[in-house]
């Protein structure tokens, strides 16, 4: 019954907590120092399908790991991008976009309707970083990651486009 | 030798990519939906040592991931909370912050100062997100998510802190 699953309160904070206890009593990397033990930091979609650590096989510790709908190179990702390499030493960048992305659905004008419609907000002329495009969408984070004048220059950047059906990163960028 | 770690290329692109090979050899996952499961959604910080999945006992498809440094409600994070929300189902949303957070060690002055050293580009007044009470940080990204005219009137939202040297978080909000 999807409409029961959806309706009834789920309390998954609870669930969180009893997970993380279980977490906790296993946990080994308490000694692990501030900067990234990998000088990188990864921006991926935040994508339910997607993560990042498994997929790339990131030990705890590794890599800096910043997320948005998109893995947008947006200015709050070049916010933590810049913070991540001035202040904590990373010195390369890995985008991951995917298949079957939400960015994919929809234009500005129609979730600016929708958000009209259902909270009665008017956000006509916000740019919320759809992409008609998956491979020219990673192209193009890279391009302004590289292009940053908050990014040092000379930093690595590479795109990979994940496919939610197999598993499988492909070198776009 | 630290010296030599920092400055011979790594190739951590090609380790990724023999990782993912790994990973898609085993995968299962390849026929779950674009909306999240669990209907919820996590904002936590970008830090190496916090790995949300891990920490939280996340199934791969269950909940969105959005990080960035600090963890923080930032405009950006608010864009991925209503595409989330608006598009993809998701109700609630549980925010992450950690001890020993490279965001309670700068101020905004600092790391302009240090931008303007390194990369010769005047960032005065812009805001980085730094903060100097990590529970109220914590406390302060609940409220702006519940305040926000773009998130859901009632959405539920909890807040956590996640000790990196025991690997528990603990209730803030």
Redesign the interface.
Known sequence: MAAAS?DVP?D??S??????????AK?E????P????????VLAC????L?P??????R??????????GGRA????I??I???Q????TK?V?IVHHT?C??L??TNDQ?AA??KT??G?D?AGRD??PFPDLDQSVRDDVAIVKAS??V??GT?V?G?VYD??????R?VA
């Open positions: 959806s789920q998954l904070h669930e969180f907590l009893r997970n993380n206890a279980d977490f906790a946990f990397d308490g000694s692990l501030l900067p990234p033990a990998r000088q990188a930091l935040m994508d339910a399908r993560h650590e498994k997929v790339l096989g990131i705890i510790g590794a890599c800096h790991c910043v997320r948005n709908a947006s200015d709050d990702a916010r933590s810049a913070i991540s001035r202040l904590l030493g390369e890995h079957d939400g960015m659905t929809f979730i929708k958000i259902d909270l907000v956000v919320f970083l004048p908050l040092a220059p690595v590479h990979y939610v059906t197999t598993g499988k990163v070198v």
